[in-house]
């Protein structure tokens, strides 16, 4: 019974933490305006093309189910093929009942056909997995944190370009979130530069380099990470493991990937911020 009121007092904690940054964001200024005094004017966001969700009745239960690592690698696996496939095509990341079971709610919220023994892809014109990972990540950021977020957002900057992938406003500043759908050994260090150049340019108060990978973040991105910054400063600041696979670099620019959840990795990321760089331990 202890047990039970333990878990339901956390439940509640966090539910009022959710309910108070909603108060708190609905009273400091929107993201847009945040954006404006750095000197940032959006371009283009949210772009619709390559983005797979379903109907809006649909949303909620999607949502639930991109919490789940496996269903993300079994969609991104459907959106490689393109064309038709079968049960057995895209059964790597799961058991082929846990595939079909993916594949039936698919069906069920009309993002997938079928033909006989075959699917498709309802949106045929999809080509990866990337906007729908980075809608994902904007959704977490508003329903676990009660915050407002955009995703697939351009400027027009003189110097620094690309895409930001996810920009939170977070209780009056602003999170930068690079969504890589890739695994690590995909990664090349031009997308690392870019990404600290895009941080020094937006000085967002928390940076992060987000992969969507449960693989070791030690053995090839931290390395990356190390060498880049090596490269741009005399003293180079340590990229410091956190936890597991979650580290930081000077308590603002983090690297993390999807071990345990991509939720609970911000949760640590948050926590970890206020504690260093607010004082508030």
Known sequence: MNDDMTFNELDFLRTEVRRLRKALSRQT?????LLKRRGFRVYKKEPPDDLLIPAKRHLNGYYQMLHKYSFRLVLRDVIKRKGSFT???VTRYATPRVTEEYLDYLLSVKLIKKRAREYVLAKGTITSFGATLEWYVAEVFKREFGQEAVWGVKFKRPKVGGDYDVIAKF??????VEVKSSPPKQIYDSEIAAFLDRVEDFAPAIAVFLMDTELRMKDKLVPMFEKELKERYKDP?????????????RDRVFIVNAKES????????VSWYYQKVDGLS
Not at 29 to 33: N, V
Not at 171 to 176: E, P, Q
Not at 237 to 249: D, K, N, S, Y
């Open 29 to 33: 200024p929107g993201i847009d305006l």
């Open 87 to 89: 049960l057995e095509d």
């Open 171 to 176: 209780d009056g500043s602003l999170f930068y």
């Open 237 to 249: 600041p340590a990229v410091v493991r956190m936890e597991r696979e979650l580290f930081h670099i």
């Open 262 to 269: 991509i939720v609970r990795n911000f949760e640590k990321v």
